[in-house]
């Protein structure tokens, strides 16, 4: 079946709008840390499934991936520490945003720099809290 542009455009626009998004800033900073403004202990609390915004500025540290990617940001699991699903993500230098939803599972995770970034990339790592 054939689509024509018009057609396709109004299937968008029957697509119903999200509602509002919890809105997540962090800095990937080159220091090797991520950081939140205003807490001296960056540390993200959701709700679970929830739809989440994450708007990230990433600044390059003294080392970065070959496809120029500067940070990463992988959610594991504190139990086990297995990868959660859609939330492997790579930084390049600059601003970006990711749409995620939250994990569906309530309890403690942990955020993790999958760049080796600096000789600090180590310590490069925050706390995720999923709230029932």
């Given at each position: 079946?054939?689509?024509?542009?018009?057609a396709?455009?109004?299937?968008?626009?029957?697509?119903?709008?999200?509602?509002?998004?919890h809105?997540?800033?962090?800095?990937?900073?080159?220091?090797?840390?991520?950081?939140?403004?205003?807490?001296r202990?960056?540390?993200?609390?959701?709700?679970?499934?929830e739809?989440?915004?994450?708007?990230?500025?990433?600044n390059?540290?003294k080392?970065?991936?070959?496809?120029?990617s500067?940070?990463?940001?992988?959610?594991?699991?504190?139990?086990?520490?297995?990868?959660?699903?859609?939330?492997?993500?790579?930084?390049?230098?600059?601003?970006?945003?990711?749409?995620?939803?939250?994990?569906?599972?309530?309890?403690?995770?942990?955020?993790?720099?999958?760049?080796?970034?600096?000789?600090?990339?180590?310590?490069?790592?925050?706390?995720?809290?999923?709230?029932?």
């Amino acid at each position: 079946m054939v689509v024509g542009i018009a057609a396709v455009g109004a299937l968008f626009a029957m697509v119903p709008k999200t509602a509002a998004q919890h809105v997540i800033e962090i800095t990937a900073d080159k220091d090797s840390r991520y950081k939140m403004a205003r807490l001296r202990t960056p540390e993200i609390t959701v709700k679970a499934g929830e739809q989440v915004l994450l708007r990230v500025t990433a600044n390059r540290g003294k080392t970065w991936n070959r496809d120029g990617s500067i940070h990463g940001f992988t959610l594991l699991r504190a139990t086990d520490r297995t990868k959660v699903e859609g939330w492997d993500l790579l930084f390049k230098p600059g601003k970006q945003e990711f749409v995620l939803t939250a994990p569906q599972e309530p309890g403690e995770y942990e955020v993790v720099c999958t760049v080796i970034c600096s000789e600090d990339h180590e310590g490069m790592h925050m706390k995720l809290t999923v709230l029932p």
